[in-house]
């Protein structure tokens, strides 16, 4: 068998892979990236990021209509399914093509359609529909990132998830009148907030006692009141069996506390988080993997300083823009010889949690520092004064920024309402690059934009 040579290989094609790929290419280096779908971006624009944010933005100007009508405004929007899902159809067909144009105007790489599997530290075996290819690797960058886990429930077959709610000619068709969603993470809250604000009831079952576990309880406590009353949220709840029910619906058993019950509906989501897509032949080299993926440090080497894992497949920091700024890492640190000169930032990096409304945090919050024994300042902002939050009529929530009691260095803050996910970038960079209380204060922040309020939360301390 012909053996061919790459400087570097990627096993994966999405946020941890593709940057660090053309970075190497314009660099004069041959690039092979192997991906099973044989196409760019990943999970992010086949069934995440992307193709679920174009439901939401569209869920919520129907929410926005309402909440105009409901003042007196004219002007009604029917909610057209089958509209909006051909309209996140063609936002994915459109960046898939914009890919397809940046890898062939890009010399010096290629990709592959196939399974890759590590045969030796430096040699990666891909099995694609023409037969197995083999090539001798100097680098090489796991990237192949996460799946859908689906717990061992019975009738678990019957359920759906975000995979055939968010993947081009998605499996559901019609709008469904109701919806019951498993799982109270950033996935299933937010799902459950579009579909209610299209119309659908939706009952969620969250088994822990908080929703959004794992992040900060003063944030998940900000928010939850905020979202659609019409959502049934149960917490403390176990799934027990899901079946079809005679007239093709879904029905689900579920204990909650001393009580065994049901609850039907039309459709049953299953989102109860992601698991690393470990490539085979990966721990026969001696990688370490954890039950959180595979074991990196800040810069991104595995046990064999010629092997990175970027991206979801490393557990570190599972969202699409911490795969790319680590994928960047390990171009940097494979140009300098495998000696690292770059090195990721895992604690400064933005997370939205896009439900309508939407949070968002960055950094050190109060659940964290309490846990480190951090002394903190919090400066304050709400919305209900905020001018473009009156504009919109979208008034609550705010913004939080957390200091050092000491010095006033910026560690943290959350957003909860309005434009989250834009302004936690902004807070985010401040933070990384340490900036104080009154060097906020001193930016003359633009009005009338939300980000007004980071500067006001900053002068709420003096």
């Not at 989102?271 to 991104?300: C, M, Q, S, Y």
């Amino acid at each position: 068998m012909t053996i061919q040579y790459a400087d570097l290989l990627t096993i994966g094609a999405g946020g941890g892979a593709y940057p660090a790929a053309f970075r190497l290419a314009r660099a004069g280096r041959s690039v092979v990236m192997v991906d099973p779908k044989g196409l760019m971006s990943g999970n992010c624009l086949y069934e995440g990021c992307i193709p679920s944010k174009a439901v939401r933005e569209t869920a919520e100007i129907y929410q926005s209509q309402r909440r105009f009508a409901e003042r007196g405004l004219p002007g009604t929007i029917t909610v057209d399914f089958a509209k909006i899902m051909a309209h996140k159809d063609s936002i994915q067909a459109r960046r898939y093509q914009q890919h397809a144009a940046d890898l062939a105007a890009t010399p010096n790489i290629q990709l592959i359609q196939g399974e890759a599997r590590f045969i030796t530290p430096h040699e990666v075996a891909v099995d694609t529909a023409d037969g197995e290819r083999r090539f001798r690797c100097a680098q090489v960058i796991i990237a192949s990132g996460s799946d859908v886990f689906v717990p061992p429930v019975p009738g678990a077959e019957f359920c759906l998830t975000s995979h055939d709610l968010y993947k081009p000619d998605a499996t559901l068709k019609t709008l469904p009148e109701r919806m019951i969603v498993i799982g109270g993470g950033y996935i299933g809250l937010e799902t459950a907030t579009f579909f209610a604000a299209l119309g659908t009831r939706v009952t969620l079952l969250q088994k822990g006692r908080q929703l959004l576990n794992g992040m900060d309880p003063g944030m998940v406590a900000l928010l939850t009141p905020l979202l659609d009353p019409s959502i049934r949220i149960l917490t403390g709840v176990d799934v027990t069996a899901v079946e079809v029910t005679p007239e093709g619906g879904r029905r689900v058993h579920y204990t909650h506390g001393e009580e065994n019950d049901t609850l039907d509906g039309d459709v049953v989501l299953m989102a109860v988080g992601r698991r690393p897509v470990i490539p085979a032949g990966a721990a026969e080299i001696g990688i370490t993997v954890t039950r959180k993926g595979v074991a990196v440090g800040p810069d991104l080497q595995t046990v064999h300083p010629h092997i990175y894992a970027c991206g979801d497949v490393n557990g570190r920091v599972p969202l699409f823009h911490a795969a790319v700024r680590q994928s960047m890492v390990a171009a940097h640190n494979i140009l300098g010889g495998n000696i690292p000169m770059d090195y990721a930032d895992f604690r400064h990096i933005p997370t939205t949690i896009f439900t309508l409304p939407a949070a968002a945090y960055v950094g050190i919050t109060p659940a964290l520092a309490e846990a480190q024994g951090i002394p903190l300042q919090t400066g304050r902002y709400d919305f209900e004064e905020d001018s473009r939050a009156q504009i919109l009529e979208r008034m609550e929530g705010g913004i939080q920024l957390f200091f050092a009691a000491d010095s006033l260095r910026l560690l943290g803050g959350w957003v909860v309402g309005i434009d989250a996910g834009s302004l936690i970038g902004q807070i985010g960079t401040a933070a990384a690059h340490g900036l104080t209380a009154y060097d906020l204060a001193r930016f003359a922040d633009q009005h009338p934009m939300s980000a007004e309020g980071i500067g006001k939360a900053a002068r709420s301390l003096f």
